[in-house]
């Protein structure tokens, strides 16, 4: 590969990106694509593109898919017990 990182070109392998040509096709289905990839991570991410770029390729830059929305906290439920009728009717 074009870096000298043994376990991120190691992962590339796995997966069959043996190119530069398939590493740029992967990183078209974005970051998030590649960064599925197990034992490449961030900071391989970011090194393989410094590097890329350093070589004169283009990089593509596609947008991840926006994360979902948070679901809002539950509000803390309070469960205090009412006293109960039966309690003075046993008379």
Same mark, same amino acid.
């Given at each position: 590969m074009i870096w000298n990182f043994p376990p991120a070109t190691d992962a590339l392998?796995? #997966?069959?990106?043996?190119?530069?040509g398939q590493?740029?096709?992967k990183l078209g289905e974005g970051n998030a694509a #590649?960064?599925?990839i197990a034992g490449f991570g961030q900071s391989s991410l970011t090194a393989a593109k410094k590097k890329l770029r350093a070589l004169g390729f283009e990089v593509p830059e596609v947008p991840d898919a926006p994360k979902p929305p948070k679901a809002p906290k539950a509000a803390a439920v309070e469960t205090t017990e009412a006293p109960t009728e039966e309690a003075g009717a046993a008379e």
């Open positions: 392998k796995k #997966v069959g990106i043996l190119s530069i590493m740029l096709a #590649v960064l599925e």
